[in-house]
């Protein structure tokens, strides 16, 4: 077969295949595309292996790399001349026919310019193109190009148009050529050059990677194919970047972080070599470098699949100090990370823990915040990803001192509970672990934070017990919570219930004024009422004006008052109180307005108010689920509860709701149930019951009569015999309900009455109780019998007689269940004489006289009122206790308020010093209880003051704490009440001041006016009152106490105005309080804003004639006093944390642990003197456990008290370090006496033995507290008989101020003298038990408190004795009698404290 044939430029003869003519520029494009056609169909068909048409076609060959062809215009024509170029690459390979590098190039360029086409599938020509790629890759034809100098341009053109053309409507066939066609450039060159590189990575940058994203997977797969060739060009490219910093090594230098971030999630080898150059870069000056490097590495180790921090731990540990960079941003991203972290890589929650732990500190608000967020992201994903100690974090900023802070931290906590305790998600153990947080929440309902309150109020809502379950679920919820609740997470609980039943009050009485006519009167409630509501909104300014607007919409809209109305209804039902709320937020929107804060805050007021989770439906529901616990087919166990527990709890949850919701009560199924519970064997639950009944029992009368037939027996049973506290609700509640009240109270005094037998003390408590509230109940009624029994048995057969000898365990304070059944109703006898006179609420009888005088007594005799020596210590800080609480419920009504005398006040206020530490500590807890309701005269206030002297340093705090609260109650009141400005004396809290004075000029342990350690007890004491007063400096309040002090010394000291050296005493008190002012305050010289007004029960009227400028102290103690420094600097900010609940107990703090301060060292006046007192022992640690088990103590040596026991080998009791200060040592109250630990102890305990057994004499040692009791000759004389053994000793002893010459080392007991030789005057027997010194069994006052044998019954008849208006004589007439022989004496000196 002929081939046609033609000839070349270059004079080569061309054949072409059969049938194509010769191929020109001078035939049409059609004709050329024709006859080119078939030269490709040729050359497709030929193979490597037909040597003789490889020669015959080789002219051909080189014709079609003609520039004719390479440059022609008709793309038809280019895309089949690439073809047969490819074609011929492929036949001719491994040798190309063109030799040219020059061609070559200009060949290779061509053929990558008409691999473009790729980019269309839907071309007619798209399989051509296809064809293309697949020759070229299949033969891997590029790879002849390694041979030119400028094979990069080449291929980098090459690369550039396949990512070019790359697209989503491409096959895998596509993409797998594109890949075999570029991975054989890579992996058969010399290397890749950065520009090569570029072309690759820049499919890798976000931006690229966004616009399409095919050509980020080809660049992906081609890196993971080509990864160890590539991996040092990479190397090279980054370490040019990142260490040299050399930018302009790539245009991709920018973006050098983004793509360590691809390529590491392509393949982390590709950066093995890149990885310790971030290290580096991590230690950068530049803060805004180092935090893009913690951006990237975040996503490195935080990567799902990850095992950089394990494999490259130097990186890791390098990573985790940035948390604690300098710079904020660099610390926020680290946070950030964490939380990736967690959830990816649990394992490396350890070394995550300890730097979140320091970040949860961080003093930026953010970086805390996202701590919190980190936590709980994880934690909601997966509990296990967080361990107790993260949790712990989140727990501890729910008290952050930011309010976003504290507010993520416990929406966080809600969100757990929610998922893990309500819908148990994760199983018990998950729930378990979290079953805390719902203690914490409500723990955060004590802050004084509105916002914290009403968050508290919403998580319970929505988290704890969610409001939209159904009411049976609901109240299973509720059940079951209020069972497993802490004690106090219950009181917070019963506190948000009391808190929101006040706001609906304060709404209800709004509306109420709504409905009276109009008047500048009415105006003026309906303000205070607004202003009150506003008070429980957030950001109570705003709240004001919104509240006054919200007032002027109800005004206006009735229907909207109704709403309202009946939302805080009784009757309100769940379902209608969401009815409501939804109708009355609708009329208040305003669809223009999208953020409405005046809506806002209405939303915040209706959902405080709102019934959401009670209602008569609910108490039905929790009713049955208690029954169900009774009759034990309750899921109980399964709850995590006991029957018991269950019972007892959903008891007192019905109780606190019976406060709030008495109407949802009142139904026959209800009153079944309950009285059910009254025959259960639980005493708490049938005093509970009891207490639903008398706060939701009013209709039982006449609604359930079948009821109060059985009500009534059961009622008579408690009060006669049940517990005591069931009995006082039981009487309660026959007042309550019953309009025949006085004949049933009748049927329970009358048996009880005559029942009463000393005799049985186990058995009188009881009925004493019954008795006391019938007496305070229907004082009227019951006038006469009561009294009788008061003279005839509570005072003559029970207080005045010890019939039973108590345990001589030496604990000054013993539990409940250890307390003698005598002294526990007697305790009752004293409550029982408060009721009485409350009852009463007036003196004419002058009862309320001598029972103070009897409660003086009890005081001044340290409880022990016969002086017998029957009863324990214990047993005597309970009657101590009980009198001085006794007294202060007594001052808390007016009435008899006026009567108590000073000298009845201050015994009183000694209480807060006795020995006994649960003594001071009931005693300052009810009497904070009682100011902060405002029902003690300010006075008391000054009582807090003396606990300056407490021995613990909780107990300091404390009662500093207190003070604060009580001043800023007063504060508030005054400003909320305008009325309060008329009675400024009894109210503003500068006023405590005079009173202070006056106490501290008359304490027992100022004997000498100028004892330099007397004055630091004296200023101790002003600076701990002063120095919360003077906090700040509100209307010029320094001036005017300074004012106030200076006034003070123009008078005369009213309780003994003719006593020279007691008024000495009060100026010299006002001299040190003058001192501390001026040493605290910048501005007392200003003049005051008013003239003081002084209580002229304590102070006489000044003296206008004359001026009292006189400093009453040496030089020598006012230079110490000045330049010396209050002692108590890290007593009084012991305790940071405000107290939030009138009354509660503080926390106890573990032994010898020191709480931080929030007073700052410029706050109190600065000493470079040497610290004295507490600051002697500040190393030593201070415990309530050892104070009342007397050990250690000061040792004593003493005679002993009777001679008849001169015989009897008395043991030292106590001992402490103090033995080895000199005789001379001052004496100091009130200071901590705790002992070294340990070996000391040991030490001292086995010297104490040795002498107790060798009975050899102990010379008396320096007692600090009180200044020792002067002693007769003789008595002295029996003490230094060295041949008597040391006496058992009193730990007190009195001073005599009579016989100053006397030595005060002395510390001795004064034995009882027989009453034959005693011998007073008339005067000296007069009953003025606060001017005299009583002789207890601690030998710290000689007052003898007897009964003789010879008297009788009418003599020992007190009240009666006492009922005369003629006090003196009577009390003369008492003492002649020998009921109360006293030897007179100046005041008891000191005070019980702790040893």
Same mark, same amino acid.
Request: glycine fraction near 4%.
């Given at each position: ?28 494009? *059609? ?164 520009? #090569? ?6 499919? #890798? ?17 081609? #890196? ?17 970047? =990142? ?15 983004? =793509? ?6 392509? *393949? ?80 490396? %929650? ?34 296990? #990803? ?75 809502? $929505? ?19 209020? %069972?497993?609740?802490?004690? &106090?997470?219950?009181?917070?609980? &019963? ?34 009422? =607004? ?115 269950? !019972? ?29 519970? =009254? ?114 048995? !509570? ?20 539990? &409940? ?196 350690? $007397? ?59 003058? !001192? ?320």
């Amino acid at each position: 077969m002929a081939f046609p044939q033609s000839k070349s430029a270059d004079g080569k003869i061309i054949i072409y295949p059969p049938g194509v003519k010769e191929i020109t520029d001078k035939i049409s494009n *059609d004709e050329l595309v024709k006859r080119l056609k078939m030269v490709v169909k040729t050359f497709m068909d030929m193979d490597q292996d037909s040597e003789d048409e490889k020669q015959q076609y080789l002219p051909l060959a080189l014709h079609l790399a003609s520039e004719f062809f390479l440059r022609n215009p008709n793309k038809d024509v280019r895309l089949l001349v690439a073809c047969c170029l490819a074609d011929i690459f492929r036949i001719y390979a491994p040798e190309a026919p063109y030799t040219s590098h020059d061609k070559l190039k200009d060949i290779f360029m061509f053929i990558t310019r008409q691999l473009k086409g790729l980019e269309d599938t839907k071309s007619p020509q798209f399989n051509r193109y296809f064809y293309l790629l697949e020759n070229l890759a299949w033969v891997k034809s590029y790879n002849i190009c390694f041979e030119l100098e400028d094979c990069n341009e080449i291929f980098i053109q090459l690369f550039r148009t396949l990512f070019s053309v790359i697209n989503n409507s491409h096959n895998q066939k596509v993409q797998m050529h594109m890949l075999d066609l570029m991975s054989s450039i890579i992996m058969e060159g010399d290397g890749v050059t950065q520009d #090569l590189l570029d072309s690759i990575l820049i499919n #890798l940058i976000p931006a690229h990677k966004n616009m399409n994203k095919q050509a980020y997977d080809l660049a992906k797969v081609l #890196l993971k194919r080509t990864a160890q060739t590539i991996e040092p060009c990479i190397a090279s490219f980054f370490n040019q970047v =990142l260490v040299l910093g050399k930018s302009s090594v790539s245009d991709l230098s920018e973006h050098v972080f983004d =793509l360590i971030m691809e390529l590491f999630a392509i *393949d982390p080898h590709l950066l093995l070599s890149v990885m310790p150059q971030l290290e580096f870069k991590l230690k950068s000056n530049d803060g805004e470098e180092r935090l893009a490097v913690v951006r990237l590495l975040a996503k490195l180790f935080g990567a799902k699949d990850s095992e950089l921090a394990t494999q490259n731990r130097p990186l890791w540990q390098c990573f985790l100090g940035r948390f604690n960079d300098i710079h904020v941003p660099v610390r926020l991203e680290c946070v950030k990370f964490a939380s990736h972290c967690l959830m990816n890589h649990p394992d490396l %929650a350890k070394d995550l823990t300890e730097y979140l732990k320091v970040r949860s500190h961080d003093p930026e608000e953010a970086i805390r915040h996202d701590v919190i967020v980190t936590i709980i992201t994880a934690g909601k994903k997966d509990l296990s #990803l967080v361990n107790d100690q993260l949790l712990g974090f989140v727990r501890e900023r729910t008290l952050d001192k930011r309010w976003r802070v504290r507010k993520e931290a416990m929406m966080g906590l809600a969100q757990l509970y929610k998922k893990y305790c309500l819908h148990a998600e994760a199983g018990k153990e998950a729930a378990q672990k979290v079953n805390w947080i719902k203690d914490k929440l409500l723990h955060i309902y004590y802050q004084n934070s509105i916002d914290d309150k009403l968050l508290v109020e919403k998580i319970f809502a $929505q988290y704890l017990v969610p409001h939209n379950l159904e009411t049976e679920e609901r109240m299973k919820c509720l059940y079951y919570l209020y %069972a497993s609740l802490d004690p &106090n997470a219950v009181k917070a609980l &019963n506190e948000m219930w009391k808190c929101q039943n006040m706001l609906r009050s304060h709404v209800r009485e709004l509306l109420d004024l709504h409905k009276q006519p109009a008047s500048e009167a009415n105006n003026t409630a309906m303000f205070a009422k =607004l202003m009150a509501i506003a008070k429980n909104l957030p950001d109570p300014g705003k709240a004001q004006d919104f509240m006054k607007k919200f007032n002027q919409v109800l005004g206006d809209d009735e229907r909207l008052r109704a709403q309202l109305e009946l939302l805080i209804s009784p009757a309100c039902s769940c379902k209608q109180a969401e009815v409501c709320v939804r109708e009355i937020t609708r009329k208040l929107a305003n669809p223009k307005q999208p953020t409405n804060p005046f809506l806002e805050m209405v939303k915040f007021l209706l959902e405080r108010i709102a019934p959401v989770h009670i209602d008569s439906e609910a108490i039905s529901s929790l009713v049955k689920l208690m029954n169900k616990s009774i009759e034990g087919t309750a899921d109980d166990e399964e709850e995590g509860v006991t029957p018991d527990s269950a !019972i007892r709890a959903g008891l007192e949850l019905l109780k606190v709701l019976s406060f709030t919701h008495p109407t949802s009560f009142h139904s026959s199924e209800t009153y079944e149930s309950l009285l059910q519970c =009254l025959k259960m064997e639980d005493d708490k639950v049938a005093e509970a019951a009891i207490q639903i009944f008398r706060n939701t029992g009013h209709k039982i009368e006449t609604d359930l009569l079948q009821i109060r037939s059985t009500l009534i027996p059961i009622l008579h049973q408690k009060a006669k015999r049940g517990t005591p506290r069931q009995a006082k609700q039981a009487v309660h509640c026959i007042h309550a309900i019953f309009t025949n009240k006085e004949v049933q109270l009748a049927q329970i005094f009358e048996p009880l009455s005559k029942s009463l037998n000393a005799d049985t003390p186990e058995q009188l408590i009881t009925p004493l109780v019954s008795l006391g509230h019938i007496a305070m109940l229907a004082p009227d009624q019951f006038a006469s019998p009561m009294k009788s029994v008061v003279a005839n048995f !509570i005072v003559k057969d029970l207080l005045m007689n010890d019939r039973f000898p108590g345990g001589k365990n030496g604990k000054l304070w013993t539990p &409940n269940e250890e307390v003698s059944p005598e002294v526990l109703a007697k305790v009752q006898a004293i409550k029982l004489l408060v009721r009485w006179l409350l009852g009463m609420k007036n003196n004419q009888s002058k009862s309320a006289n001598s029972t103070l005088r009897l409660l003086s007594a009890m005081l001044v005799s340290e409880g022990d009122l016969t002086e017998q020596k029957k009863i324990s210590k214990s047993d005597m800080s309970r009657l101590r206790l009980a009198a001085g609480c006794a007294i202060l419920k007594l001052a808390q009504e007016p009435c008899y308020h006026e009567i108590i005398t000073p000298e009845q006040f201050q015994l009183c206020a000694l209480v807060i010093n006795d020995e006994c530490y649960q003594v001071r500590q009931i005693f300052a807890l009810k009497l904070h209880k009682a100011l902060g309701k405002l029902l003690l005269p300010l006075e008391y206030m000054a009582v807090f003051a003396l606990c300056a002297k407490d021995p613990v340093k909780e107990r300091r705090a404390h009662a500093r704490q207190c003070l604060l609260k009580n001043i800023s109650i007063r504060r508030e009141y005054i400003k909320q009440n305008p009325m309060a400005h008329e009675k400024l004396l009894s109210l503003l809290p500068e006023y405590v001041v005079p009173y202070t004075v006056h106490l501290l000029a008359h304490d027992p342990d100022f004997t000498k006016t100028q004892d330099i350690e $007397q004055l630091r007890d004296i200023k101790e004491c002003l600076w701990f009152m002063l120095e919360v007063l003077m906090t700040k400096n509100e209307n010029n309040s320094h001036a005017f106490i300074r004012k106030m002090v200076e006034n003070i010394k123009q008078t005369k000291d009213a309780q003994a105005p003719d006593d020279g050296k007691m008024n000495e005493k009060l100026y010299i008190v006002c001299d040190v309080a003058l !001192i501390v002012i001026t040493t605290k305050s910048t501005t007392y010289n200003l003049d005051s804003p008013k003239d003081p007004v002084l209580p002229t029960k304590f102070f006489t009227p000044p003296d206008k004639d004359s001026s009292n400028n006189k400093c009453y102290l040496s030089d020598e103690a006012k230079t110490l006093l000045l330049t010396g420094k209050p002692k108590p600097a890290t007593v009084l900010g012991t305790v940071n944390k405000p107290l939030s609940a009138a009354g509660r107990r503080p926390q106890d703090r573990a032994p010898g642990l020191e709480m931080g301060s929030n007073i700052s060292g410029n706050s109190e006046p600065s000493s470079p003197a040497p610290n004295r007192g507490r600051e002697q022992n500040s190393e030593v640690p201070e415990t309530e456990v050892s104070e009342n088990e007397e050990n250690p103590v000061i040792l004593l040596t003493v005679v002993p008290a009777k001679t008849e026991k001169k015989d009897e080998p008395v043991r030292n009791k106590e001992m402490s370090s103090e033995q080895s200060l000199p005789p001379q040592t001052s004496t100091e109250r009130g200071k901590k006496r705790t002992a070294p630990a340990g070996s000391e102890n040991i030490q001292q305990i086995t010297e104490e033995r040795k002498s107790e057994e060798s009975a050899a004499p102990v010379p008396p040692k320096a007692r600090r507290g009180r200044p020792p009791k002067a002693v007769s000759e003789s008595n002295t004389a029996k003490n230094s008989d060295p041949n008597k053994a040391a006496g058992r000793g009193r730990k007190r002893v009195a001073a005599s101020q009579e016989s100053p010459a006397e030595p005060e080392t002395t510390n001795v007991k004064v034995p009882k003298q027989q009453e034959t030789n005693v011998k007073r005057t008339s005067a000296q027997r007069q009953m003025d038990l606060q001017r005299i010194q009583v002789l207890d069994s601690d030998g710290y006052s000689v007052m003898d408190l007897e009964s003789t044998p010879e008297s009788s019954a009418e003599e020992l008849d007190l009240f009666k004795s006492c009922e005369s208006s003629q006090n003196e004589v009577d009390n003369t007439k008492l003492a002649e009698r020998g009921f109360l022989k006293v030897r007179r004496k100046s005041m008891p000196k000191g005070r019980r404290q702790r040893l």
